[in-house]
Nanobody, 126 residues
């Protein structure tokens, strides 16, 4: 069973930056596409960014606006999300997810992901 653990969330002012990390418990996540989602209170889970299993291609959600960068460490078991130019509307719990499908591509649909972390809270103050 793959376990994902996010870290790096916190409180930041408008315009600030944060870097989130997601560590997988098993190195077998290396062949899986991974993604970051977020969910604000009262809203549906929203796709933020995704990356292919080998890191050669990324896709971004509408909320990204070119401000967030997803990357995968060379060990294949660690995912990062760099958040810049944060706005109060970015306040949410951020989740790491893995597709669990070998060599699959990232997609923006939460139901396509087999493994999820518990999330890390990002709060942006105005």
């Amino acid at each position: 069973q793959v376990q994902l653990v996010e870290s790096g969330g916190g409180l930041v002012q408008t315009g600030g930056s944060l870097t989130l990390s997601c560590i997988a418990s098993e190195r077998d996540v290396r062949p899986y596409a991974m993604a970051w989602f977020r969910q604000a209170p009262g809203k549906e889970r929203e796709f933020v960014a995704g990356i292919t299993w080998n890191g050669d291609r990324t896709i971004s959600g509408e909320s990204n606006k070119g401000r967030f960068t997803i990357s995968k460490y060379t060990n294949g078991a660690t995912l990062a999300l760099q958040l810049t130019k944060l706005e109060p509307e970015d306040t949410a719990v951020y989740y790491c997810a893995s597709r669990g499908l070998s060599y699959g591509v990232p997609v923006p649909h939460p139901q396509s992901y087999a493994y999820w972390g518990r999330g890390t809270q990002v709060t942006v103050s105005s």
